[in-house]
């Protein structure tokens, strides 16, 4: 059974943009997905439609092998604990301390009255010390977040949701707001990571680079619409093309032929 799978999921916001078109895919245990596509693509909306941030027009989301769509109340909570985020613009507490945004990746698993008034379980503490020290920032555990450079305050977003104890990691456009050098530590740990601990992880991305050095599988979006689901082999200059300057109608395979249509631009 796939970790997760993902058939005819629809997005249209109120004003009547269309997010999302028909998406089908799967999610294997363990895989590392780059969704690539140009801005306004719906590679974001794709992402928060799957932990339920942005809810679904229409469509089914399976996480291992449960509805997510229509989830509530502990379902929910439980799926979400599972299927970690991280952001582009990395969501850290900034006046807190490195370590204590870490231990918020727990909240999930607490009662929300421990959770307000931060009553972590020392082997919680003792875990979050360990994840900042696997992402090399060991020496920053008593620093406000925002005392941090980017690049550092995105490892804390990685030891955040590495904290817990995900199946599923969704990364939107982590690496965005960085330079290369930056781009390239937070690129490779949250590769490493997912690799050790066995976390399938969506990223999406906009440098096409990034996605064929690190993926195993690359997800094209096009308005709305998956136009590639291959592997970076496969991902050849016309596909990159098709991906952000024509689109086809439906979702094409490596070799076949794209056939050229107009789409409302999405937001």
Known sequence: ????????????YAD??????????????GEFIAVIGPSGAGKSTLLRCLNRMVEPTEGSIAFQGDETIGAKGRKLRRIR????????????????????NVLHGRLGYMSSWKGALGLF?????????????????????????????GGQQQRVGIARALAQQPKLILADEP???LDP??????????????????????CNLHQVDMAKKYAS?????HKGRKVFDGTP???????????YNKAPQESVRPNDEPADTARKETA
């Open 121 to 149: 379980a020392k082997s919680d503490i003792a875990e979050a010390r360990r994840l900042l020290a696997r992402v090399g920032l060991q020496e920053q555990t008593h620093k406000r977040a925002d005392e941090l450079s």
């Open 175 to 177: 690496i965005a707001s």
């Open 81 to 100: 604990r599972e299927m970690s985020m991280i952001f582009q613009g990395f969501n850290l507490v900034e006046r807190v301390s490195v370590l204590t």
């Open 233 to 243: 082999e496969e991902l050849t200059d016309e596909m990159i093309h098709l991906i």
């Open 1 to 12: 059974m796939a970790l997760m799978k993902v058939e005819g999921l629809r997005k249209v």
């Open 217 to 221: 599988r690359i997800i094209g979006i």
């Open 181 to 202: 050098a930056a781009s390239e530590t937070v690129m490779s740990s949250l590769h490493r990571f997912c690799s050790e601990d066995g976390i399938a992880c969506l």
């Open 16 to 29: 009547g943009t269309v997010g999302l078109e028909g998406i089908d895919f799967t999610v294997e245990a």
